[in-house]
């Protein structure tokens, strides 16, 4: 999961220096850029967590973000910044990652 998470970042870091060089747009991509990066740097934090509570209070945090990345992507898409071929793209990998972290937080709330 860390690999994939870690290759969204990294398409987010991509989608931040194409829409601030190529389309001049600041605003929305340093809000994506934020919300899309601190997923993946959350559920790294949770990883050293001293507890299951703070390991999933990390992937709350992540899972809410995850859901923050959609919004921005649905308003770039809505602005025309981003083509509906690179928002499907980047949408349904987002979605993915917001399912995978429902799951885990689902289960872990169980447990605790």
Known sequence: ???????????????????????????????????????????????????????LFKLEISYKEARETIYWLKLLKATDYISISEFESIHSEAEEICKILAKIIITLKRKI
Do not use: P, W
């Open 1 to 55: 999961m860390l690999f994939r998470i870690n290759h969204f970042c990294l398409r987010l870091v991509n989608l931040y220096k194409y829409l601030t060089t190529k389309k001049k747009e600041f605003v929305l991509s340093k809000q994506i850029l934020r919300s899309g990066t601190s997923i993946g740097a959350n559920i790294e934090e949770s990883i050293g967590g001293r507890s299951d509570k703070e390991f």
